[in-house]
């Protein structure tokens, strides 16, 4: 421990990327986790975290980790648990040493995503799936699900428990801060939309199923649910807008739909994890809600935000939902679920700091 800090020590892998910086972000002044090391590719190692990153990030670079020599990304580094906004180029094989070491890798990169025995984690809606972990060796290693699926899954969540989701088809307009560092370049987005963003319908379709699936002798059924995604990048900073039509088993009115969406509190009820919004899932009422510049910061930016639920004359219903991106959808996805990892007790020797 750092004197007397007893806060947990938390290490961040990836940490000049943009992902990578918003962790660094939202570990500045964290009441559970602090910083213990930051580990980046071998050009970044060896310097000071403020000569290593090009800091994008509102607000300048927290104090605490400015003068913090940046690590190579190799296991042996002092945290037992272990944040990573990796590139999926080098993410495989770099978490699962660090896990093969003993430390639990909280990933938000997609190489380990849809392994039977790695969570993909949202913690409201299948916070049991970290039951998973029973069956890894070492650490281990649970999953952040794609940004974009982050949004829908949640959104579904209390719909599919209530009505019974059969099919959606869904259409996304991605902000430019999911390509990272340094993006698209200016001159293809400006005045543009991107039909286009690789790899990314393949996600939405994959990975809700896994998230919605059940969980069963050490296992997780997918649930039955047939997605249709088209991906658009579009010229906005953050935000991620999702044009949903979604079928149910069951009828349902939106004024049904609305209240069970604004109703929703999922897993994390009662479990006071520092990062959790007060409200999962906002229903606006406003005829042209959410937007992202309007909406995006909501509960600090970790909600969701639902508006414009009406029947839909193809499926049941359909609405508008809006996450950001770079936090619900990515840094703070990540923390919420590190921080339901420590408090479900799946984190060997260590319990929520003030507990």
């Not at 639902?306 to 219903?317: K, T, W, Y």
Request: one cysteine or more.
């Amino acid at each position: 421990m750092n004197g007397a800090d007893q806060r947990i020590p938390v290490g961040v892998l990836g940490a000049t990327g943009s992902v990578g910086q918003r962790m660094v972000r939202l570990l500045d002044g964290h009441p559970w986790f602090r910083v213990a090391f930051l580990g980046a590719s071998s050009r970044s190692a060896g310097r000071p975290y403020r000569e290593a990153v090009h800091w994008v990030q509102d607000g300048p670079i927290p104090g605490e980790v400015a003068e913090m020599e940046v690590r190579d990304v190799e296991p042996g580094l002092d945290a037992p648990l272990v944040l990573s906004a990796l590139d999926s180029s080098v993410a495989g094989e770099v978490e699962r040493r660090f896990a093969d070491a003993g430390a639990l890798v909280v990933s938000n990169a997609k190489n380990h995503r849809m392994d039977p025995d790695v969570p993909l984690l949202i913690p409201e809606v299948n916070g049991d799936h970290l039951a998973l972990l029973d069956s890894q060796s070492g650490g281990g290693i649970v999953t952040n699900p794609n940004c974009s699926t982050i949004g829908l899954a949640l959104s579904l969540k209390p719909l599919h428990d209530a009505f019974g989701v059969h099919s959606v088809h869904v259409v996304t307009l991605q902000a430019v801060s999911g390509g990272g560092i340094p993006g698209v370049a200016s001159m293809e987005i400006l005045d543009n939309v991107v039909p286009y963003i690789g790899g990314e319908e393949e996600k939405l379709e994959l990975e809700t199923g896994k998230i919605l699936g059940t969980l069963s002798s050490g296992t997780v059924a997918p649930a039955r649910i047939q997605i249709s995604a088209q991906c658009n990048r579009v010229p906005v900073i953050d935000g991620h807008l999702e044009c949903v039509s979604v079928g149910f088993s069951r009828d349902a009115s939106p004024e049904e739909a609305a209240r069970v969406l604004s109703e929703f509190q999922g897993a994390t009820r009662g479990l006071n994890l520092p990062s959790a919004p007060r409200r999962p899932i906002h229903v606006l009422t406003g005829e042209a809600d959410p937007q992202p510049r309007l909406h995006r910061d909501l509960d600090r930016g970790m909600a969701v935000s639902v508006g414009r639920i009406r029947p839909c004359p193809l499926l049941s219903l359909r609405y508008v939902l809006l996450s950001h991106n770079t936090i619900r959808g990515a840094a703070g996805g990540a923390l919420l679920g590190a921080e339901l990892v420590v408090a479900r007790g799946r984190l060997a020797g260590y319990d929520p700091p003030g507990t």
